[in-house]
C-alpha cells in the first residue's frame, strides 16, 4: 500500500504543476482587463478564486512558501473585492509580482529543485502593501491584526475547529523521479475515445486478415483475393483516421501561447511610453503541441519588434492624423492544411531603404546586391543576423537576439514567415504552420541509385533545364532563371553519391531552394514525385548536425532518408 | 464502523484537490466516490442519483458555492434534504461558519487536512447520522 501512495502522490503533485500553471497563466489577462474595468466584482472574484484554490492544494501538498504568497494575494483581493481597501498600481504590481514568484516556485517543483530564493522580503513587501492600502482608507474599520499576521489568524481556524493541521508529509522528498515524466497533456475524453473506436476496428481488421490468411488455399485464390484486397482498402481508411485522431489528441488551443502577450504589451508599452491596445482573435485555434512549446519566443520578438520599431509615440501619430493609441492585433486561423498567425501592427511600417542601408552598411549584402532587390526580398533582410533598424539599441531588443530567430524557429517547425509592409499603415508578419510536423510534403529525389526526401516548404519551383544552361563563373556553376543568377549544386557531389557510370542525362532537374532572401538552385538525377511521409527520428545520431532531419518509410518499404535543406543551404552558402 | 460502500459525491473545482479528498477517502477505505466540478453540477447528479449517501463539498467555487449547494440541499425533499455535509473550508471565520450551521451543515473540516482528521469528522457525522454506518 506504501508504495501505491507515494506514487499516487507523484501523480497529484504532477496534476497540480499543470493545473497550477494554467490556473497563474489566466491571471495576467484578468489583470490587463482588471486595469480597464477596475470595479468588476466578478474579475476581482475570479484572481481571488484563483489564489485561493492554490493556497488550499499547496497546503496539502506542503508546499508552504506557495501557501505564504498565495494567502497573502488573496487576502488582497479578498479586501480590494470586499470593498475595503482600493485598487491601487501598487497593489496590481504587488499581485502580478506574486504571480511571478509563484511560477518560480511551481517551475522549482516541477524540475524537481528547491526555490532557494529568500521569500520572507517579498511577504514583507505584500504586508506592509496591504497596511499601506488599509491605512489610505481610513473610512473603512478594519481588524489590523488579523491582517499583518496571517499566522495569528490561521491560530483562529484552528481553535474554531479544534484540530490540528497538520500536511501531509511525504511530498518534497516523494517528488517525481525523472523530469521527462512530468511533460503531462491534457486531453478531452472525446479525443481518446475516438483512438480507442479506431483501434477497436483495427483489431477488427486484423481478425479478418487472420481469418482470411488461415482459410487461404490454392482452389480459392480468386475469392481470397477479392476479400483481401477489400480489408486492406478498409485497413487503408481506418489507419488514416487513427492517424488524424491521434494527431488531433497532440493538438491545444494556441491560447495557452496567446495568454502571456496582453500583460507583455502592458509592461513594454508602459515602459516606452507608448499607448497600445491589443486585441486576439483565434485563441481557440487548435495546434500541435510542439507548435504551441516553441512558436511563443518568436511570437514575442515579433509583438517586441511591433512595439519597439512599429508604432509611433502618441505624439507622433496624433501629427500623422492617426489615433493616439495604437494597435497590435493577433489573429490565428487555420487555412486549408496550414495554421496561420498573423500580428498585424498599425504602426509606420518598415522603412525599406533605410534596412537596404543598414544591411549594406553591415557588409551582410552588396551594394548592388541591394539595388537590385524588389521591396519584396528587401523587406525579408529584416530576418538576416546582426541586424537592427534602429542605430541605438533600445532597452527592447538590446537583448543580443534578433528577428533571425524568428526564422529558424519557424522553418524549424517546417513554416515559413512573410512579412507585409506599407507605409504608415502598419506591418503584418505572417506566420504558416502546417498543421502537423510529424508528417509533411516531401519532393522525392533520386541522387545515382539514392532515393532522398526533400521537405517542400522550402522548395520554391522545380525545372528541367539542359546541361547547356549552366554557366561556370569563377569555378562555381550559376543557373540564369529570368534574369537573375543563382549558384547550383549538385547533390550527388554535396552528398557524396556515386552517380552511374553510364549515366549521361540529356536534361538536368533543378530544385530552387530559399531560405530567407537567399535562394539556391540544386540538382538531382530525376524527380521522383510528391508523397505525404511521416518523419522518424534516427537513433544515435547527431540530428541537429548531420544534415539529415530524419528518415521515412515508402509505401513500398524503402527506407529513405530526408534531407535537412536548411542546414544544407547554410554550410554551402559559407564556402 | 462506517459503511465502506456508500457513494460519495466530492465537489470541488480544483482537480488535485478533488484528487486528494479522493485519496483521503480512499486510505479511509471508501471506494465508491464521485465528483462534481461547482454547486450545480454536485446539484444535478444528487437529484438524479438517490444513491449518494455523503457530500464532501469545497465553499468556494465558481456557478454555484458550497454554501447555496447545502441550502438547495436542505430545500429539496427527503432523502436529499438529509443527506449528511462535509464543508471543506479554508476560511473558518465566525461568520461563515455559523452560515454554514445554520443552513445545516453536519461538520467542516479546514484545508489542509489529514486522513485522520478526516475520519474523526466522518465519524462525529456517523454519531449524528445512522445513514455512514453498517
Known sequence: MGGDVSEELDEIIKEFITEAEEILENIDPLFVELEVRADDKELLNNIFRSMHTLKGAAGFLGFQQIVDVAHRAENIMKKIRDGEIKLSRLLIDIILKSVDILKEIINCIKENKTYDNDITLFLNEMDMAIKGAEEDNVTKQIDKDDLNEPKKEKEKEENIVSQKLQPIKQPLDATPKEKETMTNLRVEVSKIDKVMDLSGEIVLIRNRLMNLASKANKENMQEFFEQFSETTGFLDRVTSDLQLAVMKMRMQPIQKVFSKFPRMVRDLSHSLGKDIVLEIFGEDTEVDKSVIENIGDPLVHIIRNSIDHGIEYPEERIKKGKPSKGKITINAYQKGTQIVIDVIDDGKGIDIDALKNKAVSKGLISLEESQAMSNEEAVNLIFLPGLSTKDAASELSGRGVGMDVVRTNVSNLNGYVDVITSKDVGTTFRISLPLTIAIIQALMVKVGNEVYAIPQTMIEETLRINFSDLKNVTGQDVLNIRGKVLPVYHLHKVLNVPQEKDFKNQYLYVLVAALGDKKICITVDSLLGQEEIVIKTINGVDMEHCGVLGATITGDGRVVLIVDLALLMKTLNKK | ?134
Not at chain 2, 79 to 88: A, E, G, Q, T, V
Open chain 2, 1 to 134: 464502523m462506517f459503511n465502506y460502500n456508500i457513494k460519495i459525491l466530492v465537489v470541488d473545482d480544483f482537480p488535485t484537490m478533488r484528487r486528494i479528498v479522493k485519496n483521503l477517502l480512499n486510505q479511509l477505505g471508501f471506494k465508491n466516490i464521485e465528483e462534481a466540478e461547482d454547486g450545480q453540477q454536485a446539484y444535478n447528479k444528487l437529484m438524479s442519483d438517490p444513491d449518494f449517501k455523503l457530500v464532501v463539498s469545497d465553499w468556494n467555487m465558481p456557478n454555484m458555492e458550497g454554501i447555496e449547494l447545502l441550502k438547495k440541499i436542505r430545500q429539496s425533499e427527503e432523502p436529499l434534504k438529509s443527506i449528511p455535509f462535509l464543508m471543506i473550508t479554508a476560511e473558518a471565520e465566525k461568520e461563515k461558519v455559523i452560515e454554514a450551521i445554520k443552513s445545516g451543515v453536519d461538520n467542516y473540516i479546514v484545508k489542509p487536512f489529514t486522513a485522520e482528521v478526516l475520519k474523526e469528522k466522518l465519524e462525529k457525522i456517523a454519531e449524528k447520522k445512522q445513514l455512514l454506518k453498517n
